[in-house]
């Protein structure tokens, strides 16, 4: 198959808070021609520290990503991880100096024009979308979560009522994250990524997002997808970012 091209965009909004601590990146390199790191990142523990963890993962990606070739991380996979791990260090280093506790969600994807590979700690999702169906959706590592993956169902719907935004893992924490990790190694024309805040996917069903994503551009359904979320929200809702990237046929010879 001819290589296919990649269209993408992101979007932010601070919601109903005082302060905007998502952040959200498009990242290219020299380093990784013809491919794009794109990532999401949700800030915690205060209004700066927050916006401090959030901030150092979107740089640590970006001189990571910059520096390193995949031939000296080993892979893709590698290269996510060493990302991961040096945002998680130096937010840690951050939260003894400060005395504050920052901690970030960490959602990543390199894409390539035929194939992508991602990670991912906390709840901040990434979804694949082909054609409006969806392929993959990364699983919210938080602790109702981890209730429901043991099978304790009526435990989890109630953390997830008292403790909805509890994580077991992300950058910053006291303990090491625990990235997980995909891959799509033949990706198609119209197949879609979306990754986002839980600002955003809180008012979705996935059927909701993979037929914007399947019907409109990239730029129309981010700026959609941010109005609905802001209608649905209420007056209540939190910061919200997102970053799309479809795949689209090369242009006939």
Known sequence: MASLRISAVTAEHIGDRAEQQDRVALVTSPRHPQSLLALVS???????????????????????FGEVAERDAGSLQALLKMIAEEAHTVIRLAAISTEKEPHATFVAVILRRDSAIWAHAGDSRLYHFRRGHLLHRTEDQTYASFLRAQGREEQAREAEKKYKHMLVSALGLNRPPDLSF???????????FLLCSDGLW??????????????????????ELVRQ???RARGGGDNLSLAILKLEAPPAP
């Open 182 to 192: 995909g891959e799509a190694p033949e990706l198609e024309p119209d197949d879609a």
């Open 229 to 231: 979320a802001r209608e």
């Open 202 to 223: 809180a008012h979705f069903e996935d059927a909701e997002l993979g037929q914007l994503l399947a019907t409109q551009n990239p730029r129309e359904a981010g700026a």
């Open 42 to 64: 949700d800030g915690m523990g205060g209004r700066t520290g927050g916006r401090m963890a959030a901030d150092q993962v979107v740089a640590t990606a970006t001189n990571v």
